[in-house]
């Protein structure tokens, strides 16, 4: 297993960018789904993106909800998983959570229950 610490989060206006990062530490070299979530006071853990953690290609995966504003990426090197998100709004206010499950290939798992690490989340608020 793995274990992921979220840092990045802050207070920013509209508009502007933040890039959120997740350390991962223990099984590095065993294959995984590295997976973005967030939630919002009163609402439900959503999906925002997946990327595959493990050699070669990548193949990142996205809510619709934050396609082209939102990018996953990894750093197989400095053992990082990064969000880097523009063009902020004040409804991407949440506290972020990285997480990660063992993956096999194929598609990814979107579903909070589907994965069995998580980070202890990083808060993101957005002003208007």
């Known amino acids: 297993q793995v274990q992921l610490v979220e840092s990045g989060g802050g207070l920013v206006q509209a508009g502007d960018s933040l890039t959120l990062s997740c350390a991962v530490s223990?099984?590095?070299?065993?294959?995984?789904?590295m997976g973005w979530f967030r939630q919002a006071p009163g609402k439900e853990r959503e999906f925002v993106a997946v990327?595959?953690?493990?050699?070669?290609?990548?193949?990142?995966y996205y809510a619709n909800s934050i396609k082209g504003r939102f990018t996953i990426s990894r750093d197989n090197a400095k053992n990082i998983v990064y969000l880097q998100m523009n063009s902020l709004i004040p409804e991407d206010t949440a506290v972020y959570y990285c997480?990660?499950?063992?993956?096999?290939?194929?598609?990814?798992?979107?579903?909070?229950?589907?994965?069995?690490?998580w980070g202890q989340g990083t808060r993101v608020t957005v002003s208007s």
């Open positions: 997480a990660a499950y063992s993956w096999r290939g194929g598609d990814f798992y979107t579903e909070p229950q589907r994965y069995d690490t």
């Open positions: 223990g099984r590095t070299f065993d294959t995984y789904a």
């Open positions: 990327i595959n953690w493990s050699i070669g290609m990548t193949y990142p």
